[in-house]
Nanobody
Framework: QVQLVESGGGLVQAGGSLRLACVPS????????MAWYRQAPGKERELVAR????????TTNYAESVKGRFTISRDNQTLYLQMNSLTAEDAGVYFC???????????????WGQGTQVTVSS
């Protein structure tokens, strides 16, 4: 079964940086959309950033709370989230999400990663 494999989570001091990565466990024909969500304790999951690739190129979107601090990017099959100037409000479990196409003419299928913990210390 296909998995989205995440890495890069961990403990970081406030004001520090962290880079998350996500890659499908097997190669895909096309990745239409990849995104990062996060969920803090006691809060609902929220979209952090999304990158969509089409014929005209890539388009990125960010939650207002992370604009100017986080950068989402994709290199071939790997998704990244560069997180700078981290605060306690950024702590939580970060989930990778992707819409994948396995062959030409096939529909897009949505997948979730297992989540990676981001802890911000003071």
């Amino acid at each position: 079964q296909v998995q989205l494999v995440e890495s890069g989570g961990g403990l970081v001091q406030a004001g520090g940086s962290l880079r998350l990565a996500c890659v499908p466990s097997r190669g895909t024909f096309r990745i239409a959309t990849m995104a990062w969500y996060r969920q803090a304790p006691g809060k609902e999951r929220e979209l952090v950033a999304r990158i969509t690739t089409g014929v005209t190129g890539a388009t990125t979107n960010y939650a207002e709370s992370v604009k100017g601090r986080f950068t989402i990017s994709r290199d071939n099959q790997t998704l990244y989230l560069q997180m700078n100037s981290l605060t306690a409000e950024d702590a939580g479990v970060y989930f990778c999400n992707a819409d994948l196409q396995w062959r030409k003419y096939a529909p897009l299928l949505n997948y979730w990663g297992q989540g990676t913990q981001v802890t911000v210390s003071s």
